[in-house]
């Protein structure tokens, strides 16, 4: 069969990101030309401010080189500008005469740069602010001459005032409007950030109109002159030297291409949710594109539309572009600065604004209904990404109102030092305290590999992969390094791994509403990309699968992590640690005898208490696991499951039986509840503590459940975290007796196993779906309570201690030993 | 060439698994894919020695169990932008049991 031909106009960022999609979804289905009108292979043009300020170079910012186009096989005319499209032939004309057909087209022009229509605009010295070529004169003029004008304090004028000051011209940036960037800011932020800039020696003059540039005896621009504002003093003057103007006043769409072959144009070439013209075999993606009367200048939106466009170019149909809610970062180094959605406010908003000029942070959040609308944050931006994201989902943040100003990260966060300010960073500081990645480390990988997404970075630097602590610090080190090109991962879709494009919570409903059971089946039904699917999904899919169907849905070892396949933890050195169970805490000497006794017979060179109060047996070879088990379970020992997603400890504090505080029995209350929770997998590591009095010695405060006997019964706490994170539990309800708290905690446990998404802690997961939400089904509605705790009970029932199993069957066992060979001889094939 | 030495049975790796052969030349990882193709790869990940027939098998690659390094199993290489290799051993099916040659 004939390869059908696919021709691309322009060879931008929006165009190849596309072709770059498209070749990740169908490689094979299309002969690929393009067409681009610089003479270059795509780069990123983002990164332009940086070049100009001497932070980089081209050849940094290059994404695709020629050597990608050929090893592609597509077809690449550079330096060629097509200049008519003939519908009816389907094919495109290049002005020389250059001619190619095409099945399908994708326009993706891009926009030019709005060219005041003033005297003076031809002269030699007056550029625009867009490609290569623009750069590499204001480069050149850096080095020649002196006084530099920017026309337009918006963020490319303010990027470009601010490369060539640092290329040492004397730098006017001349604005029309009251504010600068007020398309991105108000007028606090915007003001903090012109004195900010002034410090940096720009100077600006606001509310200024030009009226024409002025021709000097070399035939070069020379002066600005300004058009008499009213009331004006003549003794202002109304003209500034200028050896260089760049306007930098707004884009405009690339539209005269398709205007010219009768493609609906308006304010932009106008396509639908698919990316598609009014000619179906014509799509356009990028700033030339009007999508519901809105034309993107960003990157971030542009690359969304080209994932949307390539889905539909392989024919796969199924993706839909909606429109984007935007926001921006400003790429000048040392300054943070962020802004999203409708940070202007209006009617109907709170403002929430937090200001502290001497302190250089400013803060304001637009609230509407109890969602989040916009945000304007100045000096502070660590928490952009969390509001951006919040924007985005509409997340309701009624609950979290009343500390929203202070962020997602205001207790609790280490590994980093603390540090939250990402410009202000030096380049050695260290972000990812796990992987010892410093900043410099991640500013390097994301220019030289051209990174846009977190997890590109993690990828390519490891940063925030490990226990994820910096991540918000990575983001905004990303955010501000590729400024609008950045895209902030959407937690309600984004897809759980490479494998597939759904996310966790489609997959799971997918599971319980067609009854899926293995993961095989739930692969095809999805459409999975990937044949076997990987270390990220199988894990996620197999506990979906085992926590929906209790009974029917068989666990798959190998798609377990290897601790949670061996029952053991893995080491550096590949060995194992053993934590047999003690009930609340609880042991007796008999079991301590038992531990010593294993501890001495396999030679375990490091015996350690936990901080969940049991005994951790570390450096055991994994084929000496069975015996040391045997051992164990002869003394009535079980799996302490310490190596799980899984139920790990209940902590417990001596309690009435002893102590002379204490109001409730908490050993006894702990040992009921771990033996209820023996055996229970989850979305993430669950554990509980129970505290006898408010004096809390067992630190309930920090658990997934917490609970703490009162002298009426007990207080309910859920969601409390103390890794990572600290998070302090929150109320729940108070019960009376101890069969209403194995209920409700049961209940509790129960809807986050059906819920939560795969690592997620309670603590995520009540921040995700809401304590209302959770208290709705557990404490306002006893016959969901019942249910949920049923349905927990069942899905334990019968639940076999993994470690005796392990030690009797020999299916399983064979897990643990080692093949012998003999290297001579013996059998021997020829 | 040295000589093929039989190893175990097909059967005695599940899919998507794999042993581990204890010999001269330091452990070996024996893989089993999803396709039923055998795979040896020497049981030490290129970046922090860990023991990769621990790891997750998926497609022709696995992951290694200490900090995620993906392992191609046809030739033992980190999937970029991972860097670094783990000694590949040639490893055949044959009449149902597989097969290492230790080179």
């Not at chain 1, 963020?155 to 490369?163: I, P, T």
């Not at chain 1, 769409?253 to 598609?276: F, H, W």
């Not at chain 1, 179906?280 to 700033?287: K, T």
């Not at chain 1, 985005?392 to 990260?409: A, P, S, T, V």
Request: charged share 25%.
């Amino acid at each position: 069969m004939r390869k059908q031909k696919l021709v691309v106009v322009g060879n931008g960022m929006a165009g190849m990101r596309a072709v770059e999609e498209l070749l990740k979804l169908a490689p094979d289905l299309y002969d690929i030309t393009v067409f681009g009108a610089e003479p270059h292979g795509n780069y990123n043009r983002i990164l332009l401010s940086p070049v100009l300020a001497g932070e980089m170079t081209i050849n940094d910012i290059i994404l695709n080189p020629l050597q990608w186009y050929a090893d592609n096989q597509i077809g690449l005319y550079t330096g060629k500008t097509i200049i008519r499209i003939d519908r009816t032939a389907r094919k495109v004309i290049a002005s020389d005469g250059t001619e190619e057909e095409y099945d399908r087209l994708l326009l993706a022009t891009g926009s030019t740069p709005f060219i005041l229509p003033i005297p003076g605009r031809d002269l030699p010295g007056v550029i625009s602010y867009r490609d290569i070529k623009d750069t590499d004169e204001m480069i050149a003029t850096a080095a020649t001459h002196k006084h530099a004008v920017v026309i337009g304090g918006g963020l490319l004028g303010l990027e470009a005032a601010n490369g060539l000051k640092l290329r040492g011209m004397d730098v006017t940036v001349v604005h029309l409007m009251p504010w600068l960037m007020e398309r991105q800011l108000d007028k606090t932020a915007a003001d903090m950030l012109k004195t900010s800039l002034e410090a940096r020696g720009l100077k600006f003059l606001l509310e200024k109109q030009t009226e024409a540039l002025i021709r000097g005896e070399s035939g070069r621009v020379c002066a600005l002159r300004f058009k008499p504002a009213p009331g004006y003093d003549p003794g202002d003057g109304l003209e500034i030297p200028a050896d260089l103007v760049v306007m930098a006043a707004g884009i405009r769409p690339n539209t005269a291409l398709a205007e010219s072959a009768k493609i609906y144009c308006n304010r932009g070439i106008v396509v639908n949710d698919t990316m598609q013209t009014y000619d179906p075999r014509i799509y356009a993606v990028g700033e030339c594109v009007a999508h519901r009367g809105i034309a993107y200048g960003l990157v971030a939106p542009l690359f969304e539309q080209a994932k949307v466009c390539a889905n539909h170019l392989a024919n796969f149909g199924i993706a839909r572009y909606t429109g984007s809610v935007l926001s921006t970062k400003l790429k000048v180094t040392g300054i943070d600065l962020f802004s999203a959605g409708n940070f202007m406010g209006g009617d109907g908003t709170d403002e929430i604004v937090l200001n502290d000029p001497s302190g250089g942070v400013y803060k304001k959040l637009v609230v509407k209904n109890d969602t989040l609308v916009g945000a304007v944050l100045y000096g502070d931006t660590a928490d952009g990404a969390w509001y951006f994201q919040l924007v985005k989902d509409g997340q309701n943040i009624h609950e979290i109102r009343d500390h929203l100003m202070f962020g997602q990260n205001h207790v609790g966060d280490v590994g980093h030092a603390g540090k939250t300010l990402a410009a202000t960073m030096a380049d050695d500081a260290q972000v990812c305290g796990c992987n010892g990645v410093c900043k410099g480390d991640i500013v390097k990988a994301i220019k030289s590999q051209g990174l846009f997404t977190l997890d590109d970075v993690r990828k390519h630097t490891k940063a925030s992969s490990s226990c994820g602590s910096c991540t918000g610090l990575v983001e905004q080190i990303l955010a501000s390094t590729v400024g609008g090109a950045y895209t902030p991962s959407e937690s309600k879709s984004k897809p759980m791994c490479g494998c597939t494009d759904h996310a966790h919570g489609v997959v799971r409903q997918a599971i319980r509403e067609q009854h899926l059971l293995t993961i095989p089946e739930t692969m095809q039904y999805l459409e999975w990309k990937t044949p076997g699917g990987c270390a990220s999904c199988r894990p996620a899919l197999n506990y979906y699968l085992i926590s929906t169907w209790p009974g029917e849905a068989r666990d798959d070892p190998q798609s377990r992590f290897i601790n949670e396949r061996a029952h053991a933890n893995i080491q550096k050195d590949g060995t194992y640690s053993v934590v047999p169970r003690m009930w609340g805490g609880l042991t007796t000497p008999a079991e301590l005898r038992t531990i010593a006794d294993v501890a001495e017979k396999y030679e375990v060179p490091t015996v350690k208490m936990t901080g969940g109060a049991r005994v951790d047996l570390l450096g055991i070879k994994k084929e000496d696991l069975p015996k040391v088990w045997a051992d164990l379970g002869a003394a009535g020992m079980v799996s302490g499951h310490a190596y799980g997603k899984s139920i790990r400890t209940v902590k417990t504090c001596v309690g009435a039986e002893h102590c002379r505080f204490g109001t409730q029995r908490s050993m006894a209350m702990g040992v009921k509840l771990e033996r209820m929770l023996f055996g229970m997998w989850s979305p993430h590591k669950v554990k509980l503590a129970v505290s006898g009095c408010p004096r809390n010695c067992a630190e309930a405060g920090i658990k997934d459940i917490g609970v703490i006997g009162v002298d009426a019964g007990y207080e309910l706490y859920v969601a409390g975290n103390g890794g990572i994170k600290t998070e302090v539990a929150q109320f729940l309800c108070k019960v009376t007796n101890d069969e209403e708290v194995m209920e409700y905690s049961g209940a509790f446990l129960q809807l986050y196993r059906e819920e939560g998404f795969y690592l997620e802690r309670t603590c995520h997961y009540v921040a995700r779906v809401g304590l209302d939400h959770v208290k709705a089904a557990v404490v306002n509605d006893p016959a969901k309570r019942r249910e949920l705790h049923e349905r927990l009970l069942f899905a334990l029932q019968d639940y076999e201690d993994p470690w005796q199993a392990a030690v009797a069957k020999p299916a399983m066992r064979r897990e643990y030993e080692v093949i012998k060979i003999k290297e001579v001889a013996a059998e021997v094939m020829t | 060439m040295s000589d093929w030495i039989k190893v175990c049975q097909l059967a005695d790796i599940a899919p998507q698994g794999s042993r581990v052969v204890a010999s001269s030349q330091g452990d070996i990882a024996i893989f089993r894919t999803n396709n039923d193709s055998v795979f040896g790869l020497h049981d030490k990940c290129p970046h922090k020695g860990g023991p990769l027939s621990q790891g997750i098998v998926h497609g022709d690659t696995v992951t290694c169990p200490l900090h995620g390094f993906k392992i191609s199993l046809k030739d033992g290489a980190a999937v970029a932008p991972d860097k670094g290799c783990a000694r590949r051993f040639a490893v055949k099916l044959d009449g149902g049991a597989v097969w290492l040659q230790l080179t």
